[in-house]
């Protein structure tokens, strides 16, 4: 069993529209939670850490943590064509740093 | 992310050589993880260090690779003998503490 896992998509959203990312994870001992894009052929970019059940606000982006079902989404409201990324969901075990393989999320105008 | 340096951008090596890869952290920050990422593969975790310290190598293969994090200059992930499967893109992120805050822009490494 992957320790991180999300669904490939792609998951294609109109302009404007809530794109919603969704993450679970298979170690109940996870401590922390993060969300980063990626552009095609680029880095990894930070946008979101969670760490504590309940719903994390940072402008157009919320994170959501659910420790007794063992997932995390990400919500990005009034998405727009720059949003098209792969979204990549990680989660932290003592030193460690697990990612998902990624959602590509496709925002069409 | 900006702030964090990696070079080569790519690098090309013939099976059998060596590859040497080198990671600037920004400023300030004493932490480093290497990742390596295949295509249409997430990142895979290969080593955490602190200044002069490797603090969990787990993710590395035992044989032919190797990193260092030395008091002074870069982070340096050190590939032997290079076989075609080393082949990928290979990711570096610093962070003033225990999490992978901020990725560079990886070298991508292939193997003839």
């Known amino acids: 069993q992957k320790e991180v896992e999300q669904n490939s998509g792609p998951l294609s959203v109109p302009e404007g529209a809530i794109a919603s990312l969704n993450c679970t994870y298979s170690d109940r001992g996870s401590q922390s939670f993060f969300w980063y894009r990626q552009y095609s052929g680029k880095s990894p970019e930070l946008i979101m850490s969670?760490?504590?059940?309940g719903d994390k606000e940072d402008g157009r982006f919320t994170a959501q943590l659910n420790t007794a079902s063992q997932y995390v989404s990400l919500l990005i409201r009034d998405s727009q064509p720059s949003d098209s990324a792969t979204y990549l969901c990680a989660v932290n075990r003592g030193n460690q740093f697990y990612f998902g393989t990624g959602t590509s999320l496709t925002v069409i105008p | 992310n900006a702030g964090v340096m990696q070079n080569p951008r790519h690098l090309v090596r013939r099976r059998g050589q060596e590859a040497r890869l080198r990671c600037s952290p920004m400023k300030g920050h004493s932490h480093v993880y290497w990742y390596r990422q295949l295509p249409e593969e997430g990142l895979k975790f290969m080593v955490y260090l602190q200044k002069e310290n490797i603090i969990d190598e787990s993710g590395m293969p035992k044989e032919r690779f190797s990193a260092e994090f030395p008091k002074e200059g870069p982070s340096i992930l050190r590939i032997q003998q290079v076989v075609r499967g080393d082949s990928a893109a290979y990711f570096c992120?610093?962070?003033?503490?225990?999490?992978?805050?901020?990725f560079g822009p990886g070298t991508r490494l292939t193997v003839l």
């Open positions: 969670i760490y504590s059940n």
């Open positions: 992120a610093s962070s003033p503490g225990q999490d992978p805050r901020y």
